[in-house]
């Protein structure tokens, strides 16, 4: 089904005037941030909002619509910090509140594969790419920029979001086999805590 972003919606009187899509949205990411994407359900979400499934639907046509609308809420909880003279600095400050809203909300990186096109990833996809021009990227140097810095918060917020306790110990129970992964002290959180590596592998990008 073609994204909410991309269709155009139908100018309809609205059955329940109380109930309005931003109650919809504050309500599914409450409930997903307590139960997880798999729990979030038209019922469940019409429960939580004291209506009928029916009433759900004159606002949002399918649970893929909440989603998406979920997810660009999230975004939206990403400060857009007053551009300055320090491009880098600019990058950083988008960037790091950008993890940060993913690791409050640990259901979102999962569903970062869909249309990230909602007005709140834009505005602040529109942010970072300002930066980057300000930092004299252009052209295919821009988009290849604005695609390594996207992926890897997404990548680290997938990989911190989805950390299992003990994960190091696989590693060195198995050492002999990994002897590699053990010397380096790979997923060692106590040695290489997940801020640090975070920053540092974003230093690498900027520089």
Known sequence: MTSIWLRAEPDRPRRSPQLTRERIVAAAVDLLDSDGVDALTMRRLAERLSVTSTALYWHVRTKDDVLDLAVDEVFGEVTLPAPTADWRADVRALVHGWRAAMLAH??????????????????????????????????????????????????????????????????????????????SGHLDTARWPDDLLFRRGLDVLLA
Not at 107 to 113: C, E, F, V
Not at 143 to 165: D, K
């Open 106 to 183: 640990p259901w979102t990186p999962a569903l970062i594969g869909r249309p990230l096109i909602g007005p709140n990833v834009l505005a602040r996809t529109e942010f970072l790419q300002a930066a980057l021009v300000r930092g004299g990227r252009t052209g295919e140097a821009l988009a290849v920029t604005t695609r390594l810095v996207a992926n890897f918060v997404i990548g680290a917020a997938v990989t911190e979001a989805a950390w299992q306790p003990g994960a190091r110990g696989r590693i060195t129970e198995a050492a002999g086999a990994y002897p590699t992964l053990a010397g």
